[in-house]
């Protein structure tokens, strides 16, 4: 079986296959975070819509907090117009997940981290998880394939430690490194669904 370097050289003296490998490779970065992208949000707002006042109560506060003065959707802060409450017939209680899901970011791992900890504050685990560098590496790769083509500039060295005489080349993906980032996003996933669902539970029962 061929090591990873034994592989990209053989690929590398095959132009035109090496190409279509190269695009596979990134193809897969861009699906792997755009699930955890996806699955992210999703649990933020099912967490939210499902959570005890108590939760809701210190999102709103912690909301308010942190955003500017924009309104999004009818909403500012703790404040939603009356008409954008009729589409719900009035009635929020438990879709307060959905109504405020899009004040936030889930591009990036720090937008994620920023929404998860507006609901649990004071989750450590929540928070390592979502800090996780394999992650942010993971990102800074689909962000490089998707606005650059995948061909490295300063920037990019710079968030992920990558040498500056890389700049101006393609990013080099193994099918190993991909895998591994399926991994790292499923790590996460599994952890905060965990973390959720306790912090929740509790909630519950002190209720």
């Known amino acids: 079986m061929l090591r990873a370097e034994e592989k990209f050289s053989s690929l590398q003296r095959r132009p035109e296959i090496y190409k279509s490998y190269r695009s596979l490779l990134y193809s897969g970065v861009v699906f792997i975070w755009c699930s955890f992208e996806i699955f992210m949000k999703d649990l933020w707002e099912t967490a939210l819509n499902k ?5 809701k109560k210190m999102a709103l506060g912690n909301i308010s907090k942190t955003e500017n003065n924009d309104s999004y959707n009818g909403i500012r802060g703790k404040y939603v117009n009356l008409d954008y409450l009729a589409q719900y017939d009035f009635n929020i209680s ?3 997940g959905s109504i405020l899901v899009n004040k936030f970011d889930f591009t990036s791992p720090y937008g994620i981290k920023h929404a998860f900890l507006c609901l649990f504050p004071k989750s450590t685990v ?3 998880a979502l800090e996780n560098e394999g992650l942010i ?9 998707v606005h650059r083509a995948g061909v490295i500039d300063s920037a990019f060295c710079k968030k992920t430690g ?5 700049i101006g080349t393609y990013l080099h993906l193994s099918d190993e ?5 399926g991994n790292v996003t499923i790590d996460v996933v599994s ?3 965990k973390a959720v669902s306790a912090i929740l539970s509790s909630r519950r029962k002190l209720a």
């Not at 490194?177 to 980032?181: A, D, G, L, M, N």
């Open 51 to 55: 959570a005890g006042k108590s939760v």
């Open 177 to 181: 490194e991909v895998f591994e980032y």
């Open 191 to 193: 952890k905060t669904i």
């Open 162 to 166: 990558i040498s500056e005489k890389e």
């Open 126 to 128: 929540i928070k390592e």
């Open 137 to 145: 590496q993971l990102e800074a790769r689909r962000s490089l394939i």
């Open 94 to 96: 438990n879709k307060l």
